[in-house]
């Protein structure tokens, strides 16, 4: 059974920063690849980072330099640390996880992963 559980959204200001985290097990954690998407209502859902079992990161270009991914195998969590937020980052994210190795933009393909969290609210006024 695959679980995530994503966490750490909330409102903030502009310029502020914020980590989500998206708890898992250890079976979801050591998936070949794991993402961070974001959807607007009314929107396709985006995705923003990815991370491979090697800790190999990919970004959407939109997001270079302000955000990171990271995992931490020992505690079973993927992050997303986002920096100098902007109202237009203002979305749910989602956590998600794949069954298979992915490369390049591909990691950024939401019909690329078979699990999704419930996602977290950011909200940046």
């Known amino acids: 059974h695959v679980q995530l559980v994503e966490s750490g959204g909330g409102l903030v200001q502009a310029g502020e920063s914020l980590t989500l985290a998206c708890a898992t097990v250890v079976e979801t954690i050591r998936r070949p690849c794991m993402a961070w998407f974001r959807q607007v209502s009314g929107r396709e859902r985006e995705g923003v980072a990815a991370?491979?079992?090697?800790?190999?990161?990919t970004y959407a270009d939109s997001v270079k330099g302000l955000l990171t991914i990271s995992r931490d195998n020992a505690k079973n969590t993927l992050y997303l640390q986002m920096n100098s937020l902007k109202p237009e980052d203002s979305a749910m994210y989602y956590c998600?996880?794949?069954?298979?190795?992915?490369?390049?933009?591909?990691?950024?393909?939401?019909?690329?992963?078979?699990?999704w969290g419930q996602g977290t609210q950011v909200t940046v006024s």
């Open positions: 991370i491979d079992g090697d800790g190999r990161s």
């Open positions: 998600a996880a794949g069954s298979r190795a992915l490369l390049g933009i591909q990691r950024l393909n939401a019909l690329a992963y078979n699990y």
